[in-house]
Structure formats: C-alpha cells, structure tokens
C-alpha cells in the first residue's frame, strides 16, 4: 500500500509515518518511481508504535522495542536483551509513578466537586 493509504488506514498523518522510517521504526520498499510501498503488517506496525508513543515511551526506546515485540499481537519475541529489559522496566516504573499522580490529582479534584455540591 502507498503512504496515503497507511495514513489513511492508520490515521497518522504522512509525515510522521516518514519520520518513523527515518528513525528505523517503519520500513517500505521503493517502486521505480520512488514511491514507498508498505506491506499490510505496517498497520499493525504503526499502530503499535502510535500505543508506545502514547505510553511516554521516545522514538529512540522505540527503535529497541520494535525488534522484541510480534506486530500482530504486540506479544514479546525471544530477542529482548538485558540491557532493554532495564529500561523497560525503569520507562514501567516511570509511568506507574504518572498514574499514581494522575490518581491524586482526580481525588483532589473529587474532594473539590463534593465540597462544591454540599448546600
């Protein structure tokens, strides 16, 4: 498929699907007019790396990851080495520390909304 049918598909714009090529996240084949041609697997491709962005995660850790995780199902492969488990395991601690703060944060604001409802 061409990048406007991925983008489509995908709904990443063109540009950020050119920008993960260029970091080595999404790969294409060239036609021999230059066009890029994604295969199918590049939905599932970009979608995960769309759900790892979301995650905090930064293009750089991405690159790492992508190799260890299957596409399909995002499930883990056999290549995860000891240094990427490290840093996975500190970007885990990182984001359980964002949801215990964003759970604070919702308490605070329930504690306001109940005082505001009170007579």
Do not use: W
Request: with cysteine; glycine share 6%; proline share 5%.
């Amino acid at each position: 498929m061409r990048i406007g049918e991925l983008a489509r598909r995908t709904n990443v714009s063109e540009r950020s699907l050119r920008y993960y090529e260029k970091q080595g996240m999404l790969f294409a084949e060239r036609t021999p007019g230059g066009h890029r041609e994604y295969p199918e697997a590049a939905v599932d491709r970009v979608i995960r790396i769309q759900e790892l962005f979301a995650a905090g995660l930064c293009s750089e850790k991405i690159v790492q990851l992508l190799p260890c995780m299957r596409d399909a199902d995002g499930g883990p492969s056999a290549r995860a080495t000891p240094g990427l488990v490290a840093n996975l395991t500190a970007e885990r601690a990182r984001i359980d520390r964002m949801i215990a703060d964003l759970v604070r944060s919702r308490d605070t604001l329930d504690e306001v909304i109940d005082a505001a409802r009170l007579p």
